[in-house]
């Protein structure tokens, strides 16, 4: 056996008094890289987001470890014992229910207190459905925006909306079933119906689905379905010489979508207006 294959099968023992950050599968369970077992394995202890989530990797790999509760009902007090026991010596790893711990999770606040006290990290890298997603949807993926959740604050959730409809960028974001169509129809609202998005929902299970093409098609295949599942949403960056300056065809219809949507010509011309930088009047007199 030459050298490279005695590398490639000697086990990384956990080395003490590091905090590993551990991807473990967004779905499908086989996801899991053999290191990342290896370090749940044999680290001192491991933090999960939810025990009950995080047992069902190790009985499927008859992993045995101590698991304790870290998520962001307890986070504010489980960081300084987390820092304590890694002062003290022992090797801790931080897994979330899906996916890379510090992506919209609690994961991000002891990750900073960790690095703050001068205590070493190793991530240990794993699935991520924001990736995952933004791979197959086929857009523009060498510059990216992840908003991850949008905030429910109205002010603060609008600001990141009108951002997207001008972001020559991909803009990834993740929602809950419960409030896709809400979303979609914001994205509507500020991005009109012709914008393409994708929508990807239960990312490596089986029954994963991807639907697209934009956001008016999208709006209508959800609009008489039950909606489950993780939700991740992919919406393309606008060309800013073709999508802001379009021709009135293109206009008109957007004006109509709004109308139709519930917007008053008033609003919908304003908001027409700003997005592609012409005076009310000119949109208003459109219809």
Not at 98 to 117: L, Q, S, T, W, Y
């Amino acid at each position: 056996m030459n050298n490279i294959s005695l590398l490639s099968h000697r086990k990384e023992e956990p080395e003490n008094g590091i905090l590993y950050i551990v991807g473990t599968p967004i779905g499908n369970l086989s996801d899991i890289s053999q290191r990342a077992l290896n370090i749940l394995q044999n680290v001192s202890l491991v933090a999960c987001e939810d025990t009950r989530q995080t047992k069902k990797i190790m009985n499927k790999f008859n992993i045995s470890n101590k698991l304790i509760s870290f998520n962001k009902h307890n986070s504010l007090i489980k960081i300084p014992k987390i820092v304590k026991d890694l002062k003290e010596g022992k090797s801790i790893a931080i897994v979330s229910d899906a996916g890379m711990p510090g992506i919209c999770d609690p994961g991000e606040d002891i990750a900073r207190v960790v690095k703050a006290e001068g205590i070493d990290m190793i991530c240990v890298p794993g699935a991520c459905a924001a990736i995952a997603a933004l791979v197959s949807s086929g857009f523009p993926s060498s510059k990216f925006v992840f908003e991850g959740f949008l905030p429910r604050k109205k002010i603060d959730r609008e600001k990141i909306l009108l951002e997207i409809s001008k972001n020559e960028k991909t803009t990834i974001i993740y929602e809950s079933p419960k409030r896709l169509s809400k979303l979609l129809k914001e994205l509507f609202e500020f991005c009109g119906g012709y914008r393409e998005i994708m929508v990807s929902r239960e990312l490596t299970k089986k029954f994963e689905e991807h639907v697209g093409n934009n956001i008016n098609e999208v709006i209508k295949f959800f609009s008489d379905k039950e909606i489950i599942g993780e939700i991740t949403i992919v919406v393309k960056g606008i060309n800013k010489k073709r999508d802001l300056n379009p021709d009135k065809l293109i206009i008109k219809k957007d004006l109509n979508d709004l109308v139709n949507a519930g917007l008053s010509l008033s609003q919908a011309s304003k908001y027409l207006a700003k997005r592609y930088g012409l005076r009310k009047s000119e949109v208003y007199n459109m219809v």
